[in-house]
């Protein structure tokens, strides 16, 4: 990601940085920049595990099945 960037560039943008919101913010940044990426990375994820409509359907009759024979069972 910071491939081109070297130490001292690095170096640099946390100066800037400091100079531009202080001290007491930056942490306050930095974990609101991590609770959006922990955000962006579950909703993404979510997206990529929803089921289509076709394994929808074979949940559903999985379910539909294994609750009918549990009825069949004797009660012990």
Known sequence: ???GIGATGMILLVLIALLLF???KLP???RAF???LRE???G???IMDEPT???KDRI???RTDDIKSDNKRLPE
């Open 28 to 30: 306050e940044l930095g």
């Open 60 to 62: 559903e009759a999985t």
């Open 1 to 3: 990601m910071f491939s």
């Open 53 to 55: 409509d076709k394994s």
């Open 22 to 24: 202080g001290p007491n």
């Open 44 to 46: 993404a994820r979510d």
């Open 40 to 42: 962006f990375k579950a």
């Open 34 to 36: 991590g609770r959006t």
